[in-house]
């Protein structure tokens, strides 16, 4: 067994490959530079987890773990560098947690967190017993990683920064080549061009699943055919050429999503558990998958069925004063677009309020209009300063640039501040949508104390 020592090992991404690594019986060290509910969870699982960033924490025997998040300058990775550790990124590290595995990889601008999830649940309920390394918690599994019995690993695969490039799939699922990242790759050509090298990388006999609606993964589909096995999906009248997987018969309501899929003489039907006509799209992508390894179609559509969701995927968390509060990852214009559509059917006729956190400022600049025409479905917005993750703060820039483009939209620079603006303004049975890939994730609370207090005091749940 090896040593590997994970900087930033908080993150969704990296916490799911140290526990992984952990459980097939390498010592996994980390550290991150907030305690958090991750790094008592993986302590729990015999990993040493440090707060804070110290050359002291780096064990010298230790395989090094690193994101595109950590900088030169951090001193566990300059520490490493000076004693010459090898220093790999984390889809590396994915790689050796998954060896001699069947190796599923989900990759799009957007999708494949609840996709991957969808597909972990299904794969396990229809006796494949997969493993699995999804980036956001799945509750049958209280995490992200999953150590199965089977032969088959189910990831999720990140196109930021081209390190899905480092995985040879059996199957890759494609939910969408949605420009996106542009900061990293200057142009959708090259954006596009990365998933043209991605399927390049399945192996020999295997499979590229592809969404047809969406137009820069029907180009992918169109290059690749021919070098590999090409399978599309998507609603007839949503394609420009014939699926081949057709969806049909869509019905959503708030509680779940109903639709016919048909694949030559195969002819399923399919309910989930979970709402947004969206998660029809990433089911049957996430059917199909389950189909090139061998499982049934009925009993594959059936096990889509106990799917209940991921965190942070349009995920309850509470209610109070007859008014629920919505937590989203959503942080891209069709991402904001698809999750304000799923809480009006779930909301019905009543209030759909949002405050929105923006993710980088290069997105945000890239995608102003976008995100205001997005927003602009909501009743009430509210926005509030961009995290800037793994940016530096670009000068005279703020989340103005989509506020003044939102009729009515206000920016208030302090995010619980304005979740409190926001959830005082949102009516007795409205949705309060929490919304963005970075902190606005622990303003939940804030938005359930404002109720519980229009209440009386009254605790909320």
Request: glycine share 10%; with cysteine; proline share 3%.
């Amino acid at each position: 067994m090896s040593a590997y020592h994970f900087i930033g090992i908080g993150g969704a991404g990296m916490s799911v490959i140290a526990e992984l690594l952990a459980a097939r019986g390498h010592v996994v060290t980390g550290s991150d530079q907030v305690e958090s509910d991750v790094l008592e969870r993986l302590r729990t699982l015999g990993v040493t987890a440090w707060v804070g960033h110290d050359a002291a924490h780096v064990p010298a025997d230790a395989v090094v773990v690193v994101s595109s998040a950590v900088r030169e300058s951090n001193v566990e990775l300059a520490c490493a560098r000076e004693r010459g550790q090898q220093v790999i990124h984390r889809s590396q590290a994915l790689a050796v947690a998954s060896e001699g595995m069947r190796f599923v990889a989900v990759a799009g601008a957007h999708g494949k967190t609840t996709t991957s999830g969808m597909l972990t649940v299904a794969l396990s309920a229809a006796g494949l017993d997969p493993s699995a390394a999804v980036g956001a918690v799945v509750p049958q599994f209280g995490s992200g990683a999953h150590v199965g019995g089977g032969d088959v690993f189910v990831a999720e695969a990140d196109e930021s920064d081209g390190s899905f490039l480092n995985y040879t799939p059996t199957v890759a699922l494609v939910t969408n080549v949605e420009p996106d990242h542009l900061d990293h790759y200057g142009s959708r050509e090259a954006f596009e061009e990365v998933f043209v090298r991605f399927a390049g990388r399945v192996v020999p006999g295997g499979s590229l699943v592809v969404c047809g609606e969406d137009e820069g993964a029907a180009r992918l589909a169109a290059a690749v055919r021919g070098t590999c096995r090409v399978l599309t999906y998507g609603r007839l009248e949503r394609c420009q050429s014939a699926p081949d997987v057709a969806i049909t018969e869509v019905e959503a309501t708030a509680s779940g999503v109903k639709a016919v899929l048909t694949h030559g003489e195969d002819r399923v039907d399919l309910e989930l558990a979970v709402p947004g006509e969206h998660n029809i799209l990433n089911a049957a992508g996430a059917w199909v998958v389950g189909r090139e390894l061998g499982v049934a179609p009925e009993a594959m559509a059936r096990a889509l069925g106990e799917f209940t969701g991921t965190s942070r995927r349009f995920e309850m968390r509470g209610q109070a004063g007859g008014r629920r509060v919505v937590d989203d990852y959503a942080h891209h214009p069709t991402e904001v677009a698809a999750a304000i559509a799923q809480a009006r059917t779930v909301a019905g006729d009543a209030q759909v309020s949002v405050v929105f956190q923006p993710h980088l400022y290069s997105r945000t600049l890239n995608f102003a209009d976008r995100f205001a025409q997005a927003l602009s479905a909501a009743d009430t917005v509210v926005l509030t300063d961009i995290y800037a993750a793994r940016e530096d703060p670009v000068e005279g820039v703020d989340s103005t640039v989509i506020s003044s483009k939102v009729p009515g939209a206000v920016f208030v620079p302090d995010m619980e501040e304005a979740t409190r603006v926001a959830a005082r303004a949102t009516r007795r049975g409205g949705i309060l949508l929490t919304m963005g890939a970075g902190s606005i994730t622990r303003c939940a609370p804030v938005a359930l104390d404002v109720w519980a207090e229009d209440e009386g005091g009254s605790p909320a749940q």
